[in-house]
């Protein structure tokens, strides 16, 4: 997206806040949040999206007005109109963020698999004589490309400007929203203050991030038989019924005709 176009959208959201108050501005913060939580995609701000949103919503119901009159389907006549427009403004609103959700669910996923391999490198480092920093740092130079290489590479960054570890990894975990970081940055920072060894909490966490894993799993494998119900009753009992049936109804009308 050219800066250009980013200017011109971050305006029309700002005239958005401007008129929706609090809240607009809250929605705004949590555009944000999930913006960053998807790992910045575009690197765009809520505020731009805020004002993509507004367009979509103006820009939706005109082109499908437009569509539904050269279709003659009648839905924009009569009392109705104002219902159709109404549902078509909230579908432009939405549809922007409508993928946005499976971003995020699709990197905190990443994370939460690569975690648990993580933890046990980064324990196996410290107990071999490195501190927490420079272990970290050479887990992350043999860390295969993802989403938690760049939250990590993140963290470097700001202790590297000077910002505390502990609100470094704060701001880690909160960036990415995932509960199973969150343990382990609250691990981390309890044991920082308590001035603890490590090695042993790292093991533990790993050992309760695999543990919760495996019952991810196991309910995984208990969901699937009634996720598979719906398919099953409307794709393959109607064909059963019909191979199983359809012989005997021809041979009944032909004995009719009899």
Known sequence: MSPALQEFLASVGEKGREWGGNFAAKHVER??????????????KGIVLFGIQ????????????FIFKEMSLGLVEGPKQFLVYIGLLLL???FPVMNLGEKIKKRQKSIMLQLPNTLDLLTISVEAGL?????MRRVVEKHPDGPLKEELE?????TELGRPRREALREMAKRVQLQDLTAVVSALIQADRLGVSIGPILNTQSDML???????AEKAAQEAPVKMMMPLIICI????????????IIQM??????
């Open 54 to 65: 507004l367009l979509c919503a103006v820009i939706f119901p005109i082109f499908w007005i």
């Open 210 to 216: 695999r543990i919760r894993r495996g019952q991810r």
């Open 131 to 135: 501190d927490f920093i420079s272990a």
């Open 92 to 94: 432009g609103f939405m």
């Open 253 to 258: 009308l032909q004995n009719l005709k009899k």
């Open 31 to 44: 555009l944000d949040r999930q913006l960053i939580a998807a790992g910045e995609p575009g690197d765009m």
């Open 237 to 248: 009992l109607p064909s059963v019924f019909i191979m199983i049936l359809a012989p005997v």
């Open 154 to 158: 993140r963290f470097f960054k700001q």
